[in-house]
């Protein structure tokens, strides 16, 4: 493979980073704005699940969210002591354990959902929908190549 090659695929992976780096940087500060300083981009990602699914058990979350079930165990802990998550024993088997949202936690749909097309604006802009659908294809087939 020539220098020039390897070089692409280098600066590919670099480039990949600083969008996750820029995306992290532009949801922090909003959810600053919005008064939601303690939430991160991690949590952010638990409380999408859970607004889109209601419940789910920890290991159906860990493998939406693409974490350990020690470290999603971690970042539940903490969204539970802020208020907007909570445990909830299923009535059929009580040895499975959901997670939900509380009331607090669906009070911040509006919010995510304002920061989210914010970031999409501002990260997708200039960009034409046909090679936005290549670039997504593109991506996961990298992101399922390593995993």
Do not use: W
């Not at 969204?79 to 445990?87: D, I, P, Q, S, V």
């Not at 999409?120 to 802009?125: L, P, T, V």
């Amino acid at each position: 493979m020539s220098n020039y090659n390897n070089y692409i695929m280098n600066d590919t992976i670099s480039v990949i980073a600083r969008i996750r780096e820029g995306a992290n940087k532009l949801i922090l500060a909003e959810l600053d704005k919005a008064g939601l300083a303690g939430i991160v981009p991690s949590h952010g990602d638990i409380i999408a699940v859970l607004l889109n699914h209601k419940k789910c058990t920890m290991k159906t979350l860990a493998n939406k969210i693409h974490r350990t079930k020690a470290t999603l165990t971690v970042l539940v802990d903490k969204l539970e002591k802020m208020g907007f998550l909570a445990r909830q024993k299923s009535a059929e088997d009580n040895r499975v354990v959901y997670i939900v949202l509380t009331p607090k936690g669906e009070s911040l749909k509006p919010v995510f959902e304002e920061i989210s097309v914010k970031l999409n604006n501002q990260a997708f802009k200039g960009v034409e929908k046909k090679n936005l659908a290549k670039l997504n294809v593109l991506l996961k087939k990298i992101s399922k190549n390593l995993e």
